[in-house]
């Protein structure tokens, strides 16, 4: 949830026009705020007080409650002067719609429900680039500059940790006998990572995937090879399309913006387009089915069959912009994200509740935290992680 939209609900709450699902949205976000943004949203709310004397403000004794409970949590500095009293009363009234749950951010309740030897923090830039002698490169150790110089291309580690390729020379020039040199980027559990193609296309890849591509695209088409998840900026070039292969699927385009979601262990593959148009076929050998999407559609392939649909894009691409965003989640599937992130297993003992989720998480806090953020699943989680990787999350039903 982006300052506009906290603004935007903050006003449509003071006239009671928001709507459930904005409500919600608003409490995931309190969960995951700094304490400035926090104060922001209270100064913002102070104004409206300012502006409309008929608000009610909070008695003397609530006030000294507040103030009490600001002091202990060491959350929020007070406001002194003329704007005291309005700012109190905007911080009423974000208790009373969701700030609680920062203000008892160690309540026993959570306490009860988490247990850990020691948390895990979240994931970072990390991937391994394997050149086409099968040579492994971990980037995240690599210093910047000159990586490798490989058929003709210098491939390059820049100031801001991405990837990218150079073309010094054709070595192909459209001979066809002559073998293509392929680099593959794979980012681990608890890494991403961003690459420059030789053909200028930007790919951010996040967790658990895999980038296959040749490090000069010589032939008619620009073909590479997708596992996971990634977001793609391709550069136009109207004479070779670019076509992304990955489980069931294969997207083409000429230039454009999307995002493609193959995980193995998902049962359906997602194409999500920002801008320009795209083709998604399906690789199923009993029939191909194909579909044309248009800016703000996704399609969901399940084997042969291909559902269009109207989709928050913002929501898609929020882990290109350090977030995970959950729209009417349930634990399973929250849980997915968390393992690839955290890498970390996590292990089911008994019946799930048949709740969902909806709202947004920073991928920078530790495990505990996004743990402690889904308290209201009624289950317990076991953290028993060593602090690096490879531990487990063991939930159970309370």
Not at 7 to 27: G, L, M, P, Q, Y
Not at 367 to 381: D, G, Q, R
Request: include cysteine.
């Amino acid at each position: 949830m982006d300052q506009k939209k906290v603004s935007d609900f903050i006003k449509k709450f003071a006239v009671n026009a928001h709507t459930d699902s904005e409500h919600r949205e608003f409490i995931s976000w309190l969960n995951v705020a700094s304490p400035a943004d926090i104060e922001k949203t209270m100064d913002l709310y102070a104004e409206y007080v300012t502006e409309d004397q008929s608000t009610e403000l909070p008695s003397p004794a609530f006030v000294r409650t507040l103030e009490c409970r600001l002091d202990n949590t060491e959350f929020i500095h007070k406001k002194l002067g003329k704007q005291k009293w309005s700012w109190i009363a905007a911080a009423a009234v974000l208790v009373i719609i969701g700030i609680v749950a920062v203000f008892q951010y160690s309540g026993s309740k959570q306490e009860d429900q988490i247990s850990f030897v020691k948390d895990l923090a979240p994931g970072g830039n990390k991937a391994i680039l394997t050149l086409g002698d099968g040579s492994a490169i971990p980037l995240s150790a690599s210093g910047k500059g000159q990586l490798a110089l490989e058929s003709g291309v210098v491939i390059e580690k820049t100031e801001d940790g991405q990837i990218i390729y150079k073309v010094k020379y054709q070595t192909l020039n459209g001979n066809t006998t002559q073998k293509t040199v392929y680099n593959t980027i794979a980012t681990p559990k608890g890494g991403q990572f961003q690459v420059s193609l030789p053909d200028g296309t930007r790919v951010w890849l996040n967790a658990a995937s895999s980038l296959k591509y040749p490090v000069q695209f010589v032939a008619e088409e620009r073909r590479v090879q997708l596992t996971g998840e990634a977001y793609f900026e391709v550069a136009r070039n109207k004479k070779k399309p670019f076509i992304v292969e990955s489980k069931q699927q294969y997207v083409e385009v000429l230039g454009t913006h999307f995002n493609i979601n193959s995980y193995e262990e998902a049962a359906v593959t997602k194409t999500t387009l920002f801008e320009g148009s795209v083709r998604v076929a399906g690789l199923s050998p009993t029939g191909r089915k194909a579909a044309t999407l248009k800016p703000g559609q996704q399609s969901v392939l399940n084997n042969d069959h291909i559902e269009i649909t109207e989709n928050n894009t913002d929501a898609v691409l929020a882990w290109q912009k350090g977030l995970f965003s959950f729209t009417d989640a349930d634990l399973k599937t929250i849980m997915n994200d968390f393992a690839r992130w955290y890498n970390v297993e996590v292990v089911y003992v008994g019946k799930l509740p048949d709740q969902h989720f909806t709202g947004e998480i920073s991928r920078k806090v530790s495990a505990s935290v996004f743990l402690k953020i889904l308290s209201n699943f009624h289950v317990k989680f076991n953290m028993n992680g060593d602090g690096k990787s490879l531990g487990k999350v063991i939930i159970s039903s309370q």
